[in-house]
């Protein structure tokens, strides 16, 4: 079985730190003004923010710094499944554009994964 | 209880992650590397530093001083220690070589990723950590 490959991405950063989501996830994307996303800035244990957030077809919501579309196909380097547990199961890969290591999260799961960390935070 | 003693033929890998000394099993120390700049995982704990990609293989890098100590211990180099089930990368400060290691292999600790580090073991004059890998790896996989 070859690598599996992905295109369509947005390629996003959360503060300083790169990841990425398939863009057939991503049902909308709209200004952080009333949405009530989930920052990806909390999983890297940053305050949150966000300038755009990204919208899944379920409503899910998550807001992210920067964002630009990568169109070209890329291999999906598998995780680590160490890396897998951390992120709740919501890491897919890695990808490798322009000369750097981007994590590959599925929206909806990453979502969810975010408003758990909320919940961990508020136990 | 039984005292385990490290088998007189086994070498291991010795380095120090600041200025304590740990030993890992030679057959499973793959290589040491520097590492580049590392992508940090989401969700990740301070102790897993991140991850890069080294001959097709993501792998993810742990400070073993803030892992064992709650030190954290800077540092661009570590070893690779390979398993079947995967490669994990323990950051280290200094590697001094194979070597033998004298001494027992009982669990430093009665929880945490102690009870994957074995001794009082010594390696010349160094007190050193003996790694079980496959208990780090379970460890680290477990919620660590």
């Known amino acids: ?123 | 209880m039984a005292v385990h003693e490290p088998e007189a033929r086994q070498s291991y890998l010795v380095f120090a992650c600041g200025s304590s000394w740990y030993a890992v099993p030679a057959e499973s120390a793959a290589e040491v590397v520097t590492f580049p700049e590392l992508t940090r995982v989401p969700g990740a704990p301070p102790h897993l530093l991140g991850v890069f990609a080294h001959r097709g293989e993501v792998i993810p890098v742990v400070d073993l001083g803030l892992l064992v100590a709650g030190v954290s211990q800077s540092s661009r180099r570590a070893v690779l220690v390979r398993l079947p089930r995967g490669t994990l990368a323990l950051t280290a400060s200094t590697v001094a070589g194979v070597s033998p290691v004298t001494g027992t292999l009982e669990p430093l600790g009665p929880t945490g990723v102690h009870v994957h580090l074995r001794g009082p073991a010594k390696s010349g004059p160094r007190d050193v950590a003996v790694i079980d890998p496959e208990g780090l790896f379970d460890h680290l996989s477990q919620g660590a």
């Open chain 1, 1 to 123: 079985m070859g690598p599996l490959s992905v295109r369509g991405m947005l390629l996003c950063h959360a503060g300083p730190h790169r990841i990425a989501f398939h863009a057939h996830e991503v049902a909308s994307i709209a200004s952080p003004e009333g949405v009530s996303a989930a920052s990806a800035r909390r999983a890297f244990q940053a305050p949150d923010g966000a300038s755009r957030v990204l919208v899944s077809s379920s409503g899910g919501a998550v807001g992210v710094d920067t964002l630009e579309i990568e169109a070209e196909p890329h291999p999906v380097l598998p995780a680590p499944p160490l890396a897998v547990r951390v992120s709740g199961g919501s890491l897919q890969g890695f990808v490798v554009v322009q000369g750097k290591l981007w994590p590959l999260v599925g929206l909806v799961d990453f979502e969810r994964f975010l408003r758990g960390l909320v919940g961990e935070e508020a136990a």
